[in-house]
């Protein structure tokens, strides 16, 4: 982050449990939202799309997952039975949604808190910052000026396909490999850099 004298930037990185329990939950269930988005490696896929119903309340999740501060629930959330705290739903209009994502908890939590733990052991204290520190200097030096305060929010996950994705307003997804890979990472996320600064 720059200092108070000038513009700040916020970064925060992660592998939100909360997303990969949804993401799990996505390729289980057969949601296509958000499209082109590939899916998790190691999780088996449904060849029946999702219905209508579970579709709209998963992108609805998506949302509050994602963002939540942006896709605030105008109706009383309440946890999902198995999940934890990672799965709130609203306590009306979710019913399909709650009902398909029941019988996946135990085999959804697992496998996101291994991904999560996975990652926080691999990002060292300090890592995550250098490198965007770094994209943002670079983006300053071509540009000719400070950058423009910003926040992103980067979700690194296991996805099948690498690359780099937005999922939100202010937040990307970034395979794991690419995050992993400093030289093409940078370039990866110099774009993004320059579009919010």
């Known amino acids: 982050m720059h200092s108070a004298d000038g ?3 916020v970064v925060r990185e992660d592998a939100g449990a909360a997303v990969l329990a949804a993401l799990y939950l996505r390729q289980v269930l057969g949601v296509r939202h958000p499209e082109g ?17 579970i579709e709209r309340q998963w992108e609805q ?13 105008d109706i ?13 739903l609203p306590i009306e209009g979710a019913a399909e949604l709650r009902a398909a994502a029941v019988p996946h908890a135990a085999a959804a939590i697992a496998f996101a808190r291994s991904v999560h733990t996975t990652h926080a052991a691999r990002s060292g204290p300090g890592a995550s910052y250098r490198a965007y520190a770094s994209a ?25 396909q690498r690359g780099l994705w937005w999922i939100g307003s202010i937040t990307v997804a970034v395979t794991d490999g690419l995050r992993g890979d400093v030289v093409a990472f940078d370039s990866a996320i110099q774009p993004i850099i320059a579009e919010l600064s």
């Open 7 to 9: 513009p700040q930037w």
């Open 136 to 160: 943002i200097a670079a983006h300053e030096r071509q540009v000719g000026r400070r950058a423009h305060s910003f926040e992103l929010n980067v979700q690194v996950l296991p996805l099948a």
């Open 61 to 73: 999740l998506w949302g509050m997952t994602v963002e939540p501060l942006a896709h605030r629930s």
């Open 76 to 88: 009383p959330l309440e946890l999902v039975e198995g999940f934890d705290t990672l799965l709130a």
């Open 37 to 53: 988005l590939p899916g998790l490696r190691g999780v088996e896929s449904t060849a029946v799309p999702a219905d209508e119903a």
